[in-house]
């Protein structure tokens, strides 16, 4: 049996630059700026950070990657204050990753070509990677302020022998792996020491989590068994590798994706997407994914509680859910402020002769007056778009405003997540 001869993925991706998938200190969905004590993610490494999938909405630029690296920030947003930055360039291999962040600890903007070869690459492809090799500085400046580190590396290095087998005979193509894995396991861990070892200088006071590696190929492939084989002897030498970085300081944890994806391989990934050999996550696979790091980090994958059919979105306020719904009018949202207090336990006065609610935290007073187009923030007049508003709740009467008020004159960070259709809240 031979491999069928496929196109290489890396032609689907050639528009993908138009994305503009560069690194950002950014709290993605129309989030409010970060500022004080937030919890800080960046993302290295290749493809599979970037969230890529081969699919005509993502080409044409009519949807946005959503992988794993996304669903992490979804997960911090449960917890805590966040900011997440990318830097994960397409088709990087990890003598790439090395070079990328050598540059940052140098201080020195690189370009593609002083990463790796792009060469056999779209052209898209090293355009992506220039716009991220030209941001080392940024990049040594978030790795310095960096509470986690993920990254996933290694997939381009090992694809390498299915393309070498993929043409030949089973029995060639087996031997080919047998001979080819053990040397590229001992390069990719000797190149991962390199990279720890930079990577804890910058980023000092990070936890770091890698991803080992999933199969490229499904359940009852002739090969499936050998690949199986190897790839939990990789799994098990990247576990011995994290407990001896572990044990010299560098804090280091594998994320064991790969034990996800087993038996799951032609459901979670597009391997076998008509002619095209492409070994990226489809949304399932980067839940998948997404759940592997999520538990090695927090010990859980978090999800918003199932709406009601007339509930727009879920409004989670330091990790829980408030208890009566939001109510969009004009596109705009509105949250009980009496839900919003409660939830941060702030004290909140209501003067009915003037209709004013006095909101107050950590030395923080907003004024609001139903039906005003300003509010006082420590006694300072600030523009208002959108007043407040008496709605009866059950058989209470409260006061309602946007969620402008709770990021602008409450000062907390506000973050809705189109995909999760949540808006998360955090002091």
Partial sequence: MKFKSRKPFTALIASLLALSVVPSVSAADNAAAVSKDAYRIVALGDSLSVGFEPLPEIINQTSAPYGYVDRLFDQSLFRDRSEMANYAILGLTTKGLNNLLQGAADQSKLTSADLQDFSSFAAGVAQQADQVAAKTPELAADLGMADLVVLTIGGNDFTAIINDAKDKPIESARQIIQDSFLKTMNNYTEDLDKM??????????????????????????ELYPDLLQVAKKLTTELDTFANGLSKKGIPLKIAHVSEKFVGNEASYTYFNMMENFDIHPKQAGYEAMAQAFSQTIWGEYLKPAPRAADVPLSVVINGKEIPSKPVTVNNTTFLALRDVANAVKADLKWTQKTKTAVFTKDGREVVITIGSKTILINGVTKPLDHPAYFQQDGKTQKTYVPLAVISEGLDFQVVFRKKLMTAFINL
């Fill in 196 to 221: 720890m070892t930079i990577l804890h200088e910058l980023a000092p006071n990070a936890q770091i989590v890698v991803a080992d590696q999933y199969l490229p190929l499904f359940k009852g492939h």
